[in-house]
């Protein structure tokens, strides 16, 4: 079964990171209400999390895969490779959420992203070294030179999500409100070509369909609970991939993702100050994605052909925790807020261990000039 380049599945893996579930109730905007919102995430990691939920290195993940291709890490007294590896993002997020009616809101999610992978291999010889043939140490040699230098990175859109939000239950002061969403995401990023190893794709190169639920539920005052889900199916598509045999040729490949679940529940505290809010919250944030099924490889026919089927490894969760503070200016006639807030993963499976720091600016304006301007 055909498999990623391991360094590149877990670099890919920040792509599913889903900003979309960041701070977002049920509530809706008032009609003509125009709220643009600004996200600005930077998102490292240089560690990761196995299948078993164990931690390892980043560098770790590029080694195996040295080792795959008939290089051990080391051999003793003849040699050792060490390899350090870190990955880092920036995303920009730019959100329009338009209130279409009392009911219902449109939404457009716009992300930019910048990804980079810097890895840092070094070849230590022993007294051994000598021993082996000329091939063998040339063949050494070049693999540590290959994952020293692939370095992946790329500037770029990403996939653009539209979509709609419908409330189901409560108006803006009720004590209980829920809402439902639904949407598409459009294949608009970046697909990674195989053969490029300091290439990262930006997307997925296939359309997704989306699914939300907002739950909010206010106890007393200026105290909520919030919980919100997000589901996504993703359809069928098609990319180059590397033949398992010979890195150096590609084929392409029909592939369909694993179906995303995204949980997250928010206690929020407002303060209410002088003339602004307060705000504070706690994330708990889990996602889930079951395994990316794919065609087999076809020795034969030297091609990618038949059904596809669920590959082992591609599969992943992470467990993430966020506090937030946030300053709400409306109270004041200014119709913005700025939020700030810091992730970190406390717990996952074939993923990284990320750590996020977020910026969000948000801007309500009322372009058709109505009556009742809110926010928040």
């Known amino acids: 079964m055909s498999r990623l380049p391991a360094v590149v599945v877990l670099a890919l893996l920040t792509l599913l990171w889903p900003p979309e579930l960041q701070a977002i109730d049920a509530r809706l905007l008032p009609p003509g209400v125009l709220r643009l919102r600004l996200y600005q995430s930077w998102i490292t990691g240089d560690e990761r999390y196995d299948a078993s939920g164990g931690k390892h290195s980043l560098g770790q993940t590029g080694l195996d895969q040295l080792a795959g291709r008939g290089v051990p890490e080391s051999v003793s007294n003849v ?6 590896a870190r990955h880092t993002m920036q995303r920009t997020d730019l959100v329009l959420d338009f209130g279409l009616d009392p009911e219902v809101d449109l939404g457009l999610w716009v992300p930019f992203l910048t990804s980079d992978l810097d890895q840092s291999a070094q070849l230590t010889q022993a007294t ?3 021993a082996l043939s000329t091939a ?3 063949a050494i040699a070049a693999g540590v030179g ?16 539209v979509g709609v939000k419908a409330r189901v239950l409560g108006d803006r002061q009720a004590t209980h409100r829920l809402a439902l969403g639904g949407g598409v995401r459009l294949p608009t990023g970046h697909g990674a070509d195989p053969l490029d190893t300091r290439d990262v794709a930006t997307g997925d190169k296939q359309w997704d369909l989306t699914f939300w639920t907002w739950y909010d539920y206010q106890p007393f005052e200026n105290f909520f609970i919030n919980l919100h889900t997000h589901h996504e199916y993703a359809l069928p598509g098609e990319r180059a991939a590397l033949w398992p045999a010979d890195t150096t040729r590609a084929a392409d490949l029909k592939f369909q993702p694993g179906f995303q679940t995204d949980v997250q529940l928010e206690p929020q505290w407002r303060h209410p100050l002088d003339r602004a809010e307060l705000q504070t919250s706690l994330f708990l944030i889990y996602n889930r994605v079951e395994p990316e099924k794919q065609q087999g490889f076809d020795s034969a026919q030297s091609t990618y052909a038949g059904a596809r089927h669920p590959v082992g490894g591609t599969e992943w969760q992470r467990l993430m925790v966020k506090p937030t503070i946030g300053l ?7 119709p913005m807020a700025l939020y700030l807030g810091y992730g970190t993963t406390v717990w996952g499976k074939n ?3 990320l750590d996020v720091m977020e910026l969000r600016f948000e801007l309500f304006l ?6 009742s301007r809110t926010g928040s």
């Open 128 to 130: 051994g070294w000598s």
């Open 146 to 161: 290959r994952l020293d230098l692939a370095d992946a990175d790329r500037q770029g859109l990403g996939d653009i999500l």
């Open 79 to 84: 040699y050792a490779i060490r390899n350090q």
């Open 136 to 138: 063998r140490r040339t």
């Open 366 to 371: 009322d372009p058709f000039e109505s009556r």
């Open 328 to 334: 709400n200016l409306l109270p004041m006639g200014l």
């Open 351 to 353: 993923t990284l261990d």
